[in-house]
Structure formats: C-alpha cells, structure tokens
Nanobody, 124 residues
Framework: QVELVESGGGSVQAGGSLTLSCAASRRTFSDYGMGWFRQRPGKEREFVAVIGWSAGNTLYADSVKGRFTISRDNAENTVWMRMNSLKPEDTAVYYC?????????????????WGQGTQVTVAS
C-alpha cells in the first residue's frame, strides 16, 4: 500500500506555468514507476506522463510533449510535473499514480495506487 498526496494545482492564465507534486508516504516509492493522469470535464481519465525507477526513462502523451516535464526524487519520495505553456484544454483534475509491475504504461489499468487528485484550471 502506497499513500499519495498531490499538491500544486490551481488557476493560471493560458501560457502560464504550474508545477504539481506528489508525495508518497512509503519508503518503497523508488521501487515503482510513477505516472500522471488527468480527467477533463466529460472525458475519460487519460494518460499524461510516466517516469520509471530510472529518471531518464520517461514517456509523455502527445498532447503535452514539449510542454510538460516529469521528474522524481526517490530520496524524497516525491514526483513532480512541471507544466509550461498551459492551454485551456489542459484544465482537468490531475492524479498521480503508482505503476504496477505489469500492465500498460499509458492506461489507468496499469497502475496500482492513486492520489486524490488536484484541480488545474487554465483560463483563456
């Protein structure tokens, strides 16, 4: 069991930046890949980014590649996502999640534990 708490959400103007963080309450954080998903109004929960146990192993959704950056600090049991050049369509509840040992990297079914979510609102 891993407890996750997201923070850093809020409101920002289009073109602005925001950094989300996700703190894990277990020492085993470094054993898992960590992902960010989001759920836009009226949409299914969708993949945003994932980072493996090695910080250099990352994958991004096409919609955010070049704008968002995922990173982690295993010693601090924390994963971040820096979001630049935000667009109104980025408005969503963002969730961090712990990757399962098996399963898809880009689908929610491949993740074991989830945070409560943090709201990001981008005004046009």
């Amino acid at each position: 069991q891993v407890e996750l708490v997201e923070s850093g959400g809020g409101s920002v103007q289009a073109g602005g930046s925001l950094t989300l963080s996700c703190a894990a309450s277990r020492r085993t954080f470094s054993d898992y890949g960590m992902g960010w998903f989001r759920q836009r109004p009226g949409k299914e929960r969708e993949f945003v980014a994932v980072i493996g146990w090695s910080a250099g192993n990352t994958l991004y959704a096409d919609s955010v590649k070049g704008r968002f950056t995922i990173s982690r600090d295993n010693a601090e049991n924390t994963v971040w996502m820096r979001m630049n050049s935000l667009k109104p369509e980025d408005t969503a509840v963002y969730y961090c999640a712990v990757k399962s040992y098996s399963g898809s990297r880009v689908d929610s079914s491949g993740y074991r534990y989830w945070g409560q979510g943090t709201q990001v609102t981008v005004a046009s």
